[in-house]
């Protein structure tokens, strides 16, 4: 009998999660998420790491009960990306709260593609899902993944209106310019984590890190607007609990555009352009750090120095 492979259970759970309970389904996630924090696996040092450098104010205390949030956390969103296909539209609206939205729903009406730089926090896909219909056609690019993963998740997020150009180095960028200037729509890029060799360095809240150089590159080249976004859950009551089904939402904070050229009217930098974002983004994100998913190396202290070598920084 053939074992089950990582894909077989993604299109297992996609299939018939949403079929269940939300109560029981959230308890149980819960669950996991705790017995994971209290077996302390790699991933959640990591986490536990880059909250330590994220939010240096914690005590050990509270950087615990952060960590141990921040699981429920990223397996809260598995859940929710499981369920999601099953939502309707009205579910999937009650669900979100949209902050600082009206400029990039200008920008779109003017027929302008804006750049949204985005981090692995909160549930991106309920992002992608909402804005789909509530701003412009979304399109993003997606890491390949191994044993027909990476083929469910276009699939999965097709459903929801997102268009994937996969991650196949210069390639991407090239098809990603293009596309973008077709027709109006919106370019959310997650690039808090450098999946490739060309990645920018920057100062993350006091810390140097490296991220990607995406949002940045494609805004310049394309003369995009270029937008931080940062996502995070709250707590839903009352009437907003009963609409949306669930005592989670989704607050999508819209930063202020970021300035793409000089007073003079120069193009600015890629990596000056890139510490912007990140600035404006992480000053966010560290209002709710449980929210973010990060479980893989970002800050440079962490990274193999034979990756950090040829690196862009601020200023250069």
């Not at 029981?24 to 017995?35: M, N």
């Not at 914690?58 to 859940?79: C, H, I, K, Q, W």
Request: glycine share 8%; net charge positive.
């Amino acid at each position: 009998m053939r074992r089950p492979t990582t894909t077989d259970l993604y299109v297992l759970a996609w299939r018939h999660v949403r079929r269940l309970p939300d109560a029981p389904v959230r308890g149980l996630a819960h669950l996991v998420a705790d017995l994971v924090w209290l077996g302390r696996s790699g991933g959640v040092r990591q986490l536990e790491r880059n909250l330590r450098r994220l939010r240096p104010d914690l005590d050990e205390r509270a950087l615990r009960r952060t960590s141990r949030a921040g699981m429920r956390s990223y397996l809260r969103y598995f859940v929710e990306a499981f369920q999601l296909p099953g939502w309707s539209h009205e579910q999937i609206d009650a669900r979100v709260r949209a902050v600082g939205v009206a400029p990039v729903r200008d920008a779109v009406a003017r027929g302008e593609s804006p750049v949204l730089a985005l981090g692995h926090a909160g549930n991106w896909d309920l992002a992608g899902a909402w804005a789909s219909r509530a701003l412009a056609p979304v399109l993003t690019v997606a890491e390949k993944l191994p044993d027909g993963l990476y083929e469910e998740f276009v699939s999965f997020r097709a459903s929801l209106g997102i268009e994937i150009v996969p991650l196949e180095g210069g390639s991407t960028f090239r098809r990603l310019t293009r596309m973008a200037r077709t027709h109006p729509q919106i370019v959310p890029l997650l690039a808090d984590r450098d999946l490739t060799a060309h990645g920018v360095e920057v100062d993350l809240l006091g810390s140097p890190a490296r991220v990607a150089a995406g949002p940045a590159s494609l805004a310049l080249v394309g003369g995009h607007p270029l937008v931080p976004v940062a996502i995070t859950y709250e707590r839903l009551r009352g009437a907003d609990r009963r609409r949306a089904g669930t005592p989670w939402g989704l607050v999508i904070e819209f930063a202020p555009f970021v300035a793409t050229a000089d007073d003079d009217g120069a193009r600015r930098g890629v990596a000056d352009v890139t510490q912007d974002w990140v600035t404006a983004l992480f000053e966010r994100v560290a209002r709710s750090p449980q929210d973010w998913h990060m479980l893989q190396k970002v800050y440079l202290a962490d990274l193999d120095p034979a990756r950090l070598r040829s690196v862009p920084t601020a200023g250069e």
